[in-house]
């Protein structure tokens, strides 16, 4: 099950509920900020969280001393999210897990990692065993098979209407 909501700040309410964060949470938010793809759709270098930190920063609403400043550091970070996050909704799945999915996404949505899928889905109950596909997902930590194995992953037989 998922929770959303909609607008940045309220990204921040999902991904730290307990406004608590460590450095690997915080490594977490901001590759799932981006996808963890520049625009150019490479992995993104360390180099990302400080232009994630000044692009939070803007769109939280604080006040930036310098705006060209803002627009070097935060630029290729506000590039990817717009490239890779656009017309999408951000949750937190009940295990943790940081996502984007689609715009329909919403509280109550299942993820699904599907045999021989490329992606995870987003998938709406709409009966027993029967699940709407919403659409695909990015969600840190299950992409490229990384779900394959995982302690928390059920093996489940479904039927898609």
Known sequence: MLTTLLGFP???KIAL????????????LWRTCCCNKTTEGDVPGIEFADSFGDWTKAMMGLKLRDFKE???????FMESFTLHCNNRRFFRSEGGRLGWGPDQ???GDM?????????????????????EVVGDAYVHGI??????GLEEAEDLDIILV
Request: charge should be positive.
């Open 111 to 131: 993820i699904c990692v599907m045999h021989g899928a490329s992606v995870p889905f987003v998938l709406r109950p709409v009966g027993h065993d029967r699940f």
């Open 70 to 76: 803002f627009q070097r550091k935060g630029r290729r």
């Open 105 to 107: 996404t919403r509280e």
């Open 10 to 12: 309220n990204v921040m």
């Open 17 to 28: 509920p307990d406004g608590t964060i460590t450095p690997q949470l915080y490594e977490t």
């Open 143 to 148: 992409m490229d098979g990384e779900a394959m």
